[in-house]
């Protein structure tokens, strides 16, 4: 099985700042990545797609990078409504798997 | 709009089996691109797949519960369904129904989820 990583786990930042979420694959998956945000009590909203991706209708701070077992999300600028849960997802072989989620919460 | 709406009982006894139903409305469970997925989230924690299903009736489950999840597509009903057996108090969790894009490997649209109980 792959195993997926997210770094940090917590993330404490500002309104403004520069954000970037780490997820690692303990082997290759190409681009078969996704990026999810989470806000409590709700379900998942889809973000990027293949790793780059940005899904219609997600603001375009938003961005992904990243192939074979280092990918990244970054927020090019933190707004107020991005306060929330992030996970990563990966496809190998007929199998979908999320990562462990990264918090990014007020500073 | 694409909306995805889960029902079944919030409460089951552990052994007993977990049904639940995803009724689609604004599109159609057999569209040929699209796999229609079910995710589960206990509380606090992370997210979980837990299966995929084609309208054709290919399906796709996670290695650690394939013995005990069977899904199904009714396109006459626009619906399709998760059944889990022998159920523990780790089944307990938030169970969501989800569009799978297969060409893009994500689940693209999702229901609000519903909390499942597994108690005595």
């Known amino acids: 099985d792959i195993q997926m990583t997210q770094s940090p786990s917590t993330l404490s930042a500002s309104v403004g700042d520069r954000v970037t979420i780490t997820c690692r694959a303990s082997q290759s998956i190409s681009t078969w990545l996704a990026w999810y945000q989470q806000k409590p009590g709700k379900a998942p909203k889809l973000l990027i797609s293949k790793a780059s991706n940005l899904e219609n209708g997600v603001p375009s701070r938003f961005s992904g990078s990243g192939s074979g077992t280092a990918f990244t999300l970054t927020i090019s600028s933190l707004q107020p409504d991005d306060f929330a849960t992030y996970y990563c997802?990966?496809?190998?072989?007929?199998?979908?798997?999320f990562g462990p989620g990264t918090k990014v919460e007020i500073k | 709009q694409l909306q995805l709406q889960e029902s079944g009982p919030a409460l089951v006894k552990p052994s007993e089996t977990l049904s639940l139903t995803c009724t689609v409305s604004?599109?159609?469970?057999?569209?040929?691109?699209?796999?229609w997925g079910w995710i589960r989230q206990p509380p606090g924690r992370g997210l979980e797949w837990v299966g995929s299903i084609h309208y054709s009736g290919t399906t796709y489950y996670n290695p650690s519960l394939k013995s005990r999840v069977i899904t199904s597509v009714d396109t006459s009903k626009n619906q399709f369904s998760l059944i889990l057996s022998s159920v523990t108090a780790a089944d307990t969790a938030v169970y969501y129904c989800?569009?799978?894009?297969?060409?893009?490997?994500?689940?693209?649209?999702w229901g609000h989820g519903t909390m499942f109980t597994v108690s005595s």
């Open positions: 604004g599109d159609s469970t057999s569209r040929t691109n699209y796999y």
């Open positions: 997802q990966h496809y190998n072989t007929y199998s979908w798997a």
């Open positions: 989800a569009r799978h894009n297969f060409g893009a490997d994500a689940f693209d649209i």
